[in-house]
């Protein structure tokens, strides 16, 4: 289990004369810009690519962040620093850059209450391998994207529902990245995985690998906006067994799903959908809230839940994940360890109401039900009568 990736975190200043990047050994560039996570805290989520142009290995000791008028937003070095890289192999050691090598900082800022700024400067500390190297740094500008993410309604109703998503998993939505037509990208940036969960931290009301005994199976799934339909998928069929759900070839990963255009650049995603519940066809507009299809286990899929995430293209890998808020949910409470899920209940907390946010990590929510008031329907999942329920086998 990967160590808990420390946020940029303002540390100490770096000390000491550094020289400058005079040989243009390191360039670092953002693919993507940074863009605006309102979630629990306000988070610029973006990646940095720094490529090593040298014939002599590199290490890279620490970043510096700051606006354009200097004001210091963050800082990464030593571990944080490794993490921020999210090797699979290695998350201790400081980054190394082979000769002519690249790599990707994965990089979360959080802004506190201040207002993003326009543009971040990085100061990219490196030095050549071994001790008594004289550390140089690289500096760089890069423009800050500060649209407000899209509001959106919730994906789901009633609940409880486990907002799964955690920037630091080095194998999860917001690192992995996908080449498509040449571009690398990272479309679940903001991706959220919906799992349905009873009080006791179940997620099975019967048969554990069972996929029709998930307590969100078969859930209806609605529209988040009005939007046209501009992708289905709902060929693929779902094993009897979670355990001996497999593994897809990288095309079928999503399962069957449902794209829905929402605005120029801006799709929503909603993936695994259970066999033959597609409700809409491409080409079909569709009014927010409408049902558009079912919770269900098709594609790459640890158990039965729902995927959803806004990019800024219709297919599933050749978009760039976008924020987005809900515009009201209520929080219940979380998971504070993912790994006790399905065996320990969640933590409990008094529900309150959010609005216009992005579930936070783990976070437990009930989506407001059409016919009755969010805080009730959030007091009745915590008394043990959970809002809704799924609509079929
Ligand atoms: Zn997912």
Partial sequence: MRRAFAP????????????????????????????????EATVLRYELQVANRSDAPVVLVALEVADAAGRRLGALSGAAMASAEARDDDDTASPVLPPRGTTTLHIDLALGAQPPPAMLVHALRFAAPGPGAVPRQRVSQVAVDRAEPVAIGPPLRGGPWIAVHDPSWARGH???????????????????????????GAITSGDPDRPADAIGYGAEVI?????????????????GSIAAGGIHKTGEAAGNHIVLKMAERRYAFYEHLKPGSIAVRVGQRVRRGDVIGALGFTGDSTGPHLHFHVAD?????????????IDRFVRCGRYADLGSLGREPWQRETPQVITRRRPGGNVVVVFEKLSGPALSACSAAVRGQPAARKTSG
Avoid: H, Q
């Fill in 223 to 239: 529209a988040v906006a009005d939007g046209t339909v501009t992708r289905v998928r709902d060929d693929m069929t779902e094993g």
């Fill in 313 to 325: 293209a219709p297919t599933p890998l050749g978009g760039e994940g976008l924020p987005f808020t």
């Fill in 8 to 39: 940029l975190a303002i540390a100490g200043m770096l000390g000491g004369a550094v020289a400058e990047d005079k040989a243009d050994i390191l360039t670092v560039t953002a693919p993507y810009p940074p863009t605006i996570d309102r979630s």
């Fill in 174 to 200: 917001r690192r992995m990245v996908y080449t498509e037509g040449g571009r690398a990208r990272i479309p679940g940036r903001y991706a959220i995985d919906f799992v349905g969960v009873d009080l006791a």
